[in-house]
Each structure stands twice: as C-alpha cells, then as structure tokens.
C-alpha cells in the first residue's frame, strides 16, 4: 500500500542554518504531496502542498518538490528561526484517505 | 469565518465513564476524519465519513463510535473510557478527494 517515510528527529539547528528534512514516500497513481506543520498544543496546518510532478510547493520561506523519479518530497528552508519550532509532517493523498509520516520535530536555538 | 472546532480542548475524566467529543466545521466539506495521536507523534485514523449517514472504521481499532446526522458535525463517543484511551484525538475535514485536510486544535483526553 502506499507509505511516507520521512527523517527520524529531533532536528536541532541554530538560528538562521539551512533546514532539510527528507521524505520518501510510495504510491501507486499520482498523488498530491504535502507538509503540515504542528505547533505545540495545536492541530495540524497545511504548510505547502504539490499536486503533479515537478510542482514546487512553497510558503513562509519553506519550499518543497515534488520529484517522480526519486519520489520524493523533502521540506528546505534557507534561515529557519526560533518560531519555527514545530513537528513537520510529509503526507500523501491518492484520493479519499492521506497517509500522513511520523513527524520530525525542529528545535531552532537563539 | 470558515473554521474547525473541537470542544474541549482538554478533559481529564475517571474510568468508566461515558464520554464524547465534540466536532464542528464551517466549511460544508462532505469528508471528515478523527485521529488518534500519541505521544511519539504519529496519526493514526480511527473513524471517517463520506458525508451524511456515511461513517467508517479506519486503520487503527478504536473502542470509540461516530455518528454523522449533519454535514457539520461529527462527534466521537467513548461509551466506557479507559486509562488505555487517554491520548490526543485530532478532528478533520476536507472538500474533496486529493485535497488537504483541515484540522481542529485537538482534545486531550486523560483517563485516571
């Protein structure tokens, strides 16, 4: 069946690094791709998304690409900051259920 | 202003008791969803529903009904809660197939 596989955390970066963290996911079709974000105490929020391949989701300085031949989908951002800190969840959609990654936690240091 | 709610936020109750969790959206989205979330993070899906009348198991067992008599609502009841439910439970929506979910801030449930 189709699956998510994202990188194992915590994350701990200092203000102002370089953010990657990988997702790899099988399916089969062509689902539509995102990353959600959970600040502590809250629910999930879309982050970006992508529907076909080759489409670059990007929001609030975050950016991801949805790539076929590697099937991947991994999360960039140039200068994370403190407000950052969150758990970030790789998710897929192949129609009416999303299959969502264990989440990574970020922890950004001042 | 188009929202998902969830009441309580937070509940701490004994053993045994009958319990449900409430879920409200404002978007008139067809599909809805209700997670369970441990500690370790990860989702699991326990029930969801097409729409009306529509309600279905998810993947992970759960002890816990659903019942979906309006498009808006979407309430999950525990009839005798137990130390083993006490967990995050996330509510959820979505317009259509291939679409991103909506979520609700979540009820922390804690069962003594």
């Known amino acids: 069946g189709d699956s998510v596989t994202q990188m194992e955390g915590p994350v701990t970066l200092s203000e102002e690094a370089f953010l990657t963290i990988n997702c790899t996911y099988t399916a089969t079709g062509y689902p539509s791709l995102f990353w959600y974000v959970q600040y502590p105490g809250e629910g999930l929020q879309l982050l970006l998304k992508?529907?076909?391949?080759?489409d670059k989701g990007s929001n609030k300085g975050f950016e991801a690409t949805y790539r076929k031949e590697t099937t991947s989908f991994h999360l960039e951002k140039g200068s994370v900051q403190v407000s950052d800190s969150a758990v970030y969840f790789c998710?897929?959609?192949?129609?009416?259920?999303?299959?969502f990654g264990a989440g990574t936690r970020l922890f950004v240091k001042a | 202003e188009a929202d998902i709610y969830q009441t309580p936020r937070y509940l701490v109750i004994g053993t045994g008791k009958k319990i449900t969790l409430e879920c409200s959206q404002t978007?008139?989205?067809?599909?809805m969803y209700w997670y369970q979330q441990d500690p370790g993070m990860e989702l699991h899906l326990i029930h969801y529903s097409y729409g009306v009348n529509s309600t279905e198991k998810g993947d992970l067992s759960s002890e816990s009904t659903v019942s979906r008599i309006r498009t808006e609502h979407f309430p999950l009841t525990l009839e005798s809660a137990r130390p083993s439910h006490t967990s995050q439970y996330l509510c959820?929506?979505?317009?259509?197939?291939?679409?991103?979910?909506?979520f609700g801030p979540g009820t922390r449930l804690t069962v003594l």
């Open positions: 959820a929506s979505s317009e259509r197939d291939y679409n991103e979910q909506f």
């Open positions: 992508a529907t076909k391949a080759d």
């Open positions: 978007m008139g989205h067809d599909k």
């Open positions: 998710a897929l959609s192949g129609g009416f259920k999303t299959i």
